[in-house]
């Protein structure tokens, strides 16, 4: 089994005090107008011991993933809070990234470096 390294560039965020301006330097946020706003992230974790990236957000109907560009997976939610996770097990590709899409809007995380296991 291969289980790549996943750089996460969301590490070091404090999710309960970032402000709407980081967010933006962090995500590419798009708002439907007379609406809640987009989706809110709780936690960004990776795991790479258990090859794993979750998600946990409120205001969030589906995440959808893509890698390299393609959408790799969409998985939905039906109300509350929204934990979702991605098993990077055996996947092969350069940049990763997640959209989480909402009644009110959406946002776009920017890559994730997926890097040989090899590679430290």
């Known amino acids: 089994n291969y289980i790549p390294l996943i750089k ?14 980081n967010m933006k330097s962090l995500f590419e946020i798009k708002r439907n107008e007379n609406l809640i706003g987009s989706p809110k992230i709780i936690s960004v974790n990776v795991d790479n011991y258990q090859g794993s990236i ?3 957000a409120l205001f969030a ?17 039906t109300a509350g809070l929204f934990t979702t996770e991605l098993k990077v097990k055996n996947l092969i590709g350069k940049n ?22 090899e590679v430290l």
């Open 8 to 21: 996460n560039r969301y590490e070091n965020v404090d999710w309960d005090t970032i402000s709407y301006d």
């Open 54 to 56: 979750q998600i946990k």
């Open 61 to 77: 109907d589906r995440i959808e993933w893509y890698l390299d560009e393609e959408k790799i997976k969409t998985n939905y939610n």
């Open 96 to 117: 990763l990234k997640f959209k989480l899409i909402g009644i009110g809007g959406e946002m776009t995380s920017k890559n994730f470096e997926i890097l040989p296991q």
